[in-house]
């Protein structure tokens, strides 16, 4: 690996371990092996590379959500792949030290760092975009910028919804059969009656 990678992945540990306030570039330095200088020219700052660190730890999140296939046995855009498919990502926040409480810290100060929210502004349109296929079949790169917007944007609103639920009080968050019933009630109600 060259820095820019082992910076990448340093910021990563330090972002799990210290998260993204008290991370300094000296920490992410020292857990990479590399020297000052090498962020500024790598990533331009070191809240740059942080955003991207986070970006990549939020990527790396997919292949739980599909619980390794489990969302395959069930029919794209149903109730059971919805339940599935939140389940799995549920499953993902349930955990000490979950990069999801990271998100949290994130979302509270990105007002204050402008190069990072603009950096995730891009990222969460992409996060909207992963998730479509999940539950609705197709492919990734299928997914038009219009349904990236509108339902891609509803599933990661639902989803910040849970990660601020579960980070403030895991014991009475939502689970998948919840969110299930509540999408449920939503469906009949807009039916035609």
Same mark, same amino acid.
């Given at each position: 690996?060259?820095?820019r990678?082992?910076?990448?992945e340093?910021?990563k ?9 008290r991370?300094t570039?000296r920490?992410?330095v020292?857990e990479?092996?590399?020297n ?11 809240d740059?590379l942080?955003a991207?660190?986070?970006?990549a ?6 292949d ?6 489990t969302v395959?046995g069930?029919e ?6 919805f339940?599935?498919?939140?389940s799995n990502?549920?499953g993902?926040?349930k ?8 998100s949290?810290e994130?979302l ?6 402008p190069?990072?929210r603009?950096h ?6 992409? +996060?909207g975009?992963?998730l ?5 079949g ?6 038009a910028?219009?349904t ?13 919804g849970l990660i ?7 014991k009475t +968050?939502p689970?998948?059969e ?6 449920r009630r939503?469906?009949? +109600?807009a039916?035609?009656?």
């Amino acid at each position: 690996m060259g820095h820019r990678e082992d910076l990448l992945e340093g910021a990563k540990r330090c972002l799990l371990a210290k998260g993204f306030v008290r991370t300094t570039a000296r920490d992410v330095v020292k857990e990479s092996g590399t020297n000052l200088a090498s962020i500024g020219y790598h990533y331009g700052s070191k809240d740059a590379l942080l955003a991207q660190a986070y970006i990549a730890l939020v990527e790396g999140m997919g292949d739980a959500f599909d619980g390794g296939g489990t969302v395959d046995g069930t029919e794209p855009g149903s109730l059971e792949r919805f339940e599935q498919v939140w389940s799995n990502i549920i499953g993902t926040m349930k955990g000490p030290g979950s990069i999801w409480r990271l998100s949290m810290e994130v979302l509270a100060i990105g007002d204050q760092l402008p190069e990072v929210r603009d950096h995730l502004a891009v990222a969460q349109r992409e +996060a909207g975009r992963g998730l479509i296929p999940l539950l609705m079949g197709g492919r990734e790169e299928d997914v038009a910028d219009e349904t990236a917007d509108t339902l891609g944007m509803f599933y990661v609103t639902l989803m910040t919804g849970l990660i601020a639920q579960w980070t403030f009080d895991p014991k009475t +968050a939502p689970g998948a059969e919840q969110l299930t019933a509540g999408l449920r009630r939503v469906v009949e +109600a807009a039916a035609p009656r």
